[in-house]
């Protein structure tokens, strides 16, 4: 393979994590709308919809080991492969978050929401961005969109700890409605691991340019 064939092979495999990231994202976005909408039909689709993220991961992984195998990669470009080959993993485990919050979605759909989605949704905001800028700063290379992404994630802790508290004096003062706030804690909580998982994207984007691996956001 000539070096401009292994280097349009590289910036495909970007290109394939970029559509991964996409779906992940949307993926979690429609989650969060169906259960603004208690809307068990979407939720049942984005749960379906877990095999083709899957697939996309599981075909990324080949790519990434037909490189290394075949080829005699160069520091930075071995970088790029392992780094690609760990994105891939956070953005499939991003999916199963979508899937974990559609699941929540069918359980709560028959019960009244214990309180009115503000938080939750403004998570989902913040981490459809901060995927965003991951994504483009794995296009662009470019570690310091990377690092900036990676400390949006306090904004997402903080509004997790704001929706246990809420749901903490709820559950307190009418114990009845523990199931159901349980349900909404379980959905924050897999948004803030889904952001978790953007940091540690934005921690290989660093890797990929500077050649450093250290924890972002500590």
């Known amino acids: 393979m ?10 495909q495999l970007k290109e394939g994590v970029v559509r991964m990231g996409e779906r992940a994202g949307e ?11 208690r809307d068990v039909a979407a939720a049942e689709r984005i749960i379906a919809e877990d095999d083709a993220i899957d697939a996309l991961h599981m075909d990324l992984e080949q790519r990434c080991m037909r490189l290394l195998a ?30 974990g919050i559609s699941r929540a979605v069918k359980r709560l759909a028959a019960e ?13 905001e913040i981490l459809q961005g901060m995927l965003r800028d991951a994504l483009m700063a794995l296009q662009m290379e470019n570690a310091d969109l990377a690092r900036q992404t990676a400390a949006q994630d306090d904004a997402i802790d903080r509004l997790r700890n704001r929706v246990l508290h809420d749901l903490l004096e709820i559950m307190i003062h009418d ?6 706030a349980l349900e909404l804690l ?6 803030e691991r ?18 450093e691996l250290r924890e972002l956001n500590v």
């Not at 520091?75 to 953005?91: H, K, M």
């Not at 379980?186 to 948004?191: E, G, K, M, T």
């Open 186 to 191: 379980i959905v924050a909580r897999h948004l």
């Open 70 to 99: 075949t080829q005699q990669p160069m520091a930075g470009d071995l970088r790029t492969i392992a780094s690609v080959f760990a994105i891939t993993i956070d953005l499939e485990r991003m999916a199963d978050h979508a899937e």
């Open 194 to 211: 889904a952001a978790d998982h953007v940091t540690n994207i934005c921690e290989r984007i660093v890797y990929i340019v500077t050649g």
């Open 2 to 11: 000539t070096r401009a064939a292994f280097a349009r092979d590289l910036q």
């Open 175 to 180: 114990p009845q409605t523990v199931p159901r």
């Open 27 to 37: 993926a979690i976005h429609g989650a969060v709308e169906a259960l603004r909408a």
């Open 112 to 124: 009244p929401l214990v309180k009115p989605l503000v938080d939750i949704p403004e998570m989902d």
